[in-house]
């Protein structure tokens, strides 16, 4: 099975602030996915990437997928109360159909 | 709207119990698939599917079994409850998951006593 660190775990911050996150692994992936989960409710989707070195951009979000393709960051400039939730990280399995995922990152920022 | 509809959002159960989560969507897709989620250890797949009446085991299958007997529906099993099943549950659909990702349902909250 392949093994996604996340770091950091737990994320506390002031609205304003930047941040950085990290996903990581021994494995090399075809693709690698972040998503988003509000409590209650299932992760939602924000990005694939797929090429070594790709860097995507969705609005004050920038997702990098490192060029082994084996790590990824997700950095949120400026961050708000609304981009609080649980940040996940998932790559794609030997048929890219079942994903793997991360234990997430915790972020909280605060008003 | 496309949706992945669980149909609980919370269950309590006790031990010893046969269990059965339902999970329909609405987008056609062939892929189906079960997690369960705990604090710590992220998302763990169960069961997957990706044909009607096919399913293959994920990395965590033990004390569970899934049913597929239509494209849209994907049940979980859990044939003897125990209390280390007390979790969340998440079901998901896909066209190629690499590609698209999954679209996932609200969850369940299952609490074994």
């Known amino acids: 099975t392949q093994l996604l660190e996340q770091s950091p775990q737990f994320l506390s911050i002031q609205e304003g602030e930047n941040l950085t996150v990290y996903c990581n692994s021994s494995s090399v992936f075809s693709s690698l996915q972040w998503y988003r989960q509000e409590p209650g409710e299932g992760p939602v989707l924000l990005v694939t990437v797929v090429t070594g070195g790709e860097v995507k951009k969705l609005k004050r979000l920038t997702f990098q997928f490192g060029d082994a393709r084996k790590d990824s960051s997700l950095h949120i400039t400026a961050a708000q109360p609304g981009d609080t939730g649980l940040y996940l990280c998932a790559g794609g399995g030997g048929n890219n159909n079942d994903m793997r995922f991360g234990a997430g990152t915790r972020l909280t920022v605060k008003p | 709207d496309v949706k992945v509809t669980q149909s609980s959002r919370y269950l309590v159960k006790r031990t010893g119990e046969k269990v059965f989560l339902e999970c329909v969507q609405d987008m056609d897709h062939e892929n189906m698939f079960w997690y369960r989620q705990d604090p710590g250890l992220g998302l763990r797949l169960i069961y997957f599917?990706?044909?009607?009446?096919?399913?293959e085991k994920g990395d965590i299958p033990e004390g569970y079994s899934v049913s597929r007997e239509k494209k849209e529906r994907f049940s979980l099993i859990l044939e003897s409850a125990s209390t280390n099943q007390t979790s969340m549950y998440l079901c998901?659909?896909?066209?190629?998951?690499?590609?698209?990702?999954?679209?996932f349902g609200s969850g369940t909250r299952l609490t074994v006593v």
């Open positions: 998901a659909s896909s066209l190629i998951a690499a590609d698209y990702g999954y679209t």
């Open positions: 599917s990706y044909d009607v009446k096919m399913k």
